[in-house]
């Protein structure tokens, strides 16, 4: 099963993703994880995505689609996978399709998590994530056992830079712009499906798993 995650950032497509590459043991995908894998490790493409992250733009094209294509052609992925985060633009999108043309495969489903702009301000600011594995939570609606500790490997919690206010204005402008129209895009090619992202987490995984089982 190959599956696109659609959504403004903070829709809940990580947590989704996360919780269905479990479900179907299939590798989640998400280059949003990449590119801060890349920053903590000092690398060139970390250095480089950096600088448009913290200014909540989106990384440039020639610097994500190759990274996403080399990684779907690994063995791993060959039962599938769930891309988190990506495509975010349509150059993207036809970047992956061409590749997925050239492997004689496509994308299943392209799911799409609706949350209006005001809910999203309310779960950035929330958000939290481990320096050590990447988990997220939410202060209110997914919160730790411990506070400001991850449940998972023990380390500390931090809020993202670029989830703090000033920031997320900007990634929900650019999410307007230059995402939002993969809707029409995925629609046009029949495999979109929307859910209601505003529901809680284990209602919307429900909704999910309903679309892709049915
Ligand atoms: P995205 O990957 O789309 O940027 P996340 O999955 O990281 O979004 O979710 C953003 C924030 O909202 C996180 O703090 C997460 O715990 C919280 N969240 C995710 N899904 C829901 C939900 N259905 N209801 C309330 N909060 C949610
Ligand atoms: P995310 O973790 O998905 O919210 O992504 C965090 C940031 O990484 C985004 O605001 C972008 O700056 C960058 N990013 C992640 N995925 C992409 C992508 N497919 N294209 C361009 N930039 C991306």
Redesign the pocket.
Known sequence: MKIIMLGA??AG??TQAKMLADKYDIPHI???????ANIKNGTELGTK?KE??D???????E??CDL?VDRIKQDDCAKGYIL??????IP?AECLDNALNAMNDKIDYAVNVDVPDENIIKRMSGRRACVGCGATYHIVYNPTKEEGICDRCGKELIL?D?DKPETVEN?LN?YHEQTQPLIDYYNNKGVLQEVDGTKDMQEVFDAIVAVLEA
């Open positions: 950032p903070g497509k990580g998400s280059t949003g994880d990449i590119f801060r995505a448009y992250m200014k909540g733009l989106l990384v440039p094209d610097l994500t996403v988190d985060g990506f495509p975010r633009t993207q993202r670029d990634r650019v």
